[in-house]
């Protein structure tokens, strides 16, 4: 992938439906819904074939309704799935847990079908019971799928989705898989939903699979590279901004310059760490992960600031790209 338009373009706001006269084409939303961290992410991204969703081992990572998008052309027909990616759905905590409930419910209001994603290694919990009790107040028409998730690591599998079913009577199809270690099953889902498609115009065009701007797309990155280096010690106060992006001339490296936002003082020296070690091993990480999918050396560029409180801070909230 030589080209960073392949992978991400601007964002489009009311995306215009695509037209293409010479063949049928076939459209439709998916919502991806479940609690933090079961694996809702790592399901988009086995759907997409790219990396469009961070994926880290803490819950919450993802902030944002990213939407992926996967057409399938064929000499007599086009397919195109919109999945919306949903935040975990949580009891909101602050500002910004708010902002991801209501990310959550606009998310599943007008869309196809919904798989509810759930882990599999584990009986529901009460934020799953939440969950549960959202789907049973959507209107009965709409299609609930139940995916099963994580299951090369649960014991009791059958069991185990036996409970969810039971939480939600509108589930009309279960299924168990995983998505991290069985990315075929992933694709026998996909093919299901492409079939299913109702004739319609296709919403993006045909080459775009993510509709957050570049810019967003290193910044999630550079933010999944911090959390996972950071694990213990600050769990969910960093936001990443990216304020340059210069394409490169020739030979010269692509320029990317990102901020990283903490709220105290003493969270900065944590992410600095000793002699700067922690920040660049943060960006060493985050670099190399986004020379991989641009096909380009980066330099990239970090500095970390302190933003007091900026998850309560609707002025910061809209600088991240959180409207709402
Ligand atoms: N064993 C196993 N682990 C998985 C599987 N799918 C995802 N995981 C792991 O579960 C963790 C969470 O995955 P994510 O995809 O980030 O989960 P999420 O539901 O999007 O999380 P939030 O962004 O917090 O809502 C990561 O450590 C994944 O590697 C699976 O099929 N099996």
Same mark, same amino acid.
């Given at each position: 992938?030589?080209?960073?338009?392949?992978?991400?373009?601007?964002?489009?706001?009311?995306?215009?439906?695509?037209?293409?006269?010479?063949?049928?084409?076939?459209?439709?939303?998916?919502?991806?819904?479940?609690?933090?961290?079961?694996?809702?992410?790592?399901?988009?991204?086995?759907?997409?074939?790219?990396?469009?969703?961070?994926?880290?081992?803490?819950?919450?990572?993802?902030?944002?309704?990213?939407?992926?998008?996967?057409?399938?052309?064929?000499?007599?027909?086009?397919?195109?799935?919109?999945?919306?990616?949903?935040?975990?759905?949580?009891?909101?905590? $602050?500002?910004?847990?708010?902002?991801?409930?209501?990310?959550?419910?606009?998310?599943?209001?007008?869309?196809?079908?919904?798989?509810?994603?759930?882990?599999?290694?584990?009986?529901?919990? $009460?934020?799953?019971?939440?969950?549960?009790?959202?789907?049973?107040?959507?209107?009965?028409?709409?299609?609930? %799928?139940?995916?099963?998730?994580?299951?090369?690591?649960?014991?009791?599998?059958?069991?185990?989705?036996?409970? %969810?079913?039971?939480?939600?009577?509108?589930?009309?199809?279960? %299924?168990?898989?995983?998505?991290?270690?069985?990315?075929?099953?992933?694709?026998?889902?996909?093919?299901?939903?492409?079939?299913?498609?109702?004739?319609?115009?296709?919403?993006?065009?045909?080459?775009?699979?993510?509709?957050?701007?570049?810019?967003?797309?290193?910044?999630?990155?550079?933010?999944?590279?911090?959390?996972?280096?950071?694990?213990?010690?600050?769990? %969910?106060?960093?936001?990443?901004?990216?304020?340059?992006?210069? $394409?490169?001339?020739?030979?010269?490296?692509?320029?990317?310059?990102?901020?990283?936002?903490?709220?105290?003082?003493?969270?900065?020296?944590?992410?600095?760490?000793?002699?700067?070690?922690?920040?660049?091993?943060?960006?060493?990480?985050?670099?190399?992960?986004?020379?991989?999918?641009?096909?380009?050396?980066?330099?990239?560029?970090?500095?970390?600031?302190?933003?007091?409180?900026?998850?309560?801070?609707?002025?910061?909230?809209?600088?991240?790209?959180?409207?709402?």
């Amino acid at each position: 992938m030589s080209d960073p338009s392949e992978i991400t373009s601007p964002p489009l706001d009311a995306p215009a439906p695509q037209s293409s006269a010479e063949v049928p084409t076939y459209s439709g939303f998916v919502a991806i819904l479940g609690k933090p961290n079961v694996g809702k992410s790592t399901l988009l991204n086995t759907f997409l074939g790219v990396k469009v969703a961070p994926i880290t081992p803490k819950p919450q990572t993802t902030r944002r309704g990213v939407r992926g998008v996967y057409t399938d052309r064929q000499a007599s027909e086009v397919r195109q799935l919109v999945f919306v990616d949903t935040p975990g759905f949580h009891r909101a905590k $602050d500002a910004l847990g708010e902002f991801m409930n209501r990310e959550v419910r606009a998310a599943v209001v007008d869309v196809d079908v919904i798989l509810w994603v759930v882990d599999l290694r584990r009986p529901p919990s $009460d934020e799953d019971k939440e969950v549960a009790r959202l789907l049973r107040g959507l209107d009965p028409s709409t299609r609930v %799928y139940l995916v099963g998730n994580k299951l090369d690591a649960a014991k009791y599998p059958d069991e185990a989705l036996e409970l %969810y079913g039971e939480l939600v009577p509108n589930v009309s199809r279960t %299924y168990r898989l995983s998505a991290l270690e069985d990315p075929e099953a992933v694709y026998a889902l996909r093919a299901e939903l492409l079939g299913e498609l109702a004739e319609g115009p296709l919403f993006f065009p045909e080459d775009i699979r993510s509709d957050q701007s570049r810019e967003t797309w290193a910044a999630e990155i550079i933010r999944e590279s911090a959390m996972t280096h950071l694990r213990q010690e600050l769990p %969910y106060a960093v936001a990443v901004q990216v304020l340059q992006w210069r $394409d490169p001339e020739g030979d010269e490296p692509l320029y990317l310059m990102a901020e990283l936002w903490v709220e105290r003082a003493n969270h900065r020296m944590i992410v600095l760490g000793k002699g700067g070690s922690m920040i660049r091993e943060i960006g060493r990480s985050a670099r190399k992960q986004l020379e991989v999918f641009l096909g380009h050396r980066v330099f990239l560029e970090l500095e970390v600031v302190v933003r007091r409180a900026w998850r309560e801070d609707p002025e910061a909230l809209r600088e991240l790209g959180f409207e709402g």
